[in-house]
């Protein structure tokens, strides 16, 4: 890849992803070298009592949002896997998409790390902060 585009971003979501992560209808949002805003539309099925976005599907937009801002920092998808994510849960997000954004803050050989905030997409409020480490294969 020689230029980083939203096309781009879209198809790695289809190519590398399992089928059931494509399911949860993630969005490129927005991007820049190195980070990535993914949407995560409202959805019943990913949803618990009161509307609430289910923590699993948090972390599996986050985790994705992670290797997509990953091709972004490296113009390309490099193979990687996921070796630690820290999760904290602020509040419950209800009622309205979120909206994932992956920063990574240092890649080097082997090893990447990064951060991802999700925030209500409607009022903007942080509702989970996460800390990775991604081993680069």
Avoid: H
Avoid at 41 to 56: A, E, K
């Amino acid at each position: 890849m020689s230029t980083m585009d939203t096309q781009t971003l879209r198809s790695a979501l289809a190519e590398y992803f399992a089928p059931w992560v494509q399911t949860l209808g993630l969005q490129v949002d927005s991007f820049e070298a190195g980070s990535v805003t993914l949407r995560l539309p409202q959805n019943t099925q990913l949803s618990r009592v009161g509307g609430m976005l289910c923590g699993q599907a948090m972390m599996a937009a986050a985790d994705t949002a992670m290797v997509l801002a990953l091709i972004a920092q490296f113009g390309e998808f490099r193979p990687c896997t996921t070796v630690q994510m820290n999760t904290s849960f602020l509040k419950p997000l209800s009622n309205q998409d979120a909206l994932v954004q992956a920063r990574v803050l240092r890649a080097g050989k082997s090893l990447a790390f990064g951060e991802i905030d999700i925030r209500g997409a409607d009022d903007g409020k942080s509702v989970c902060r996460a800390s990775t480490t991604y081993a680069l294969l």
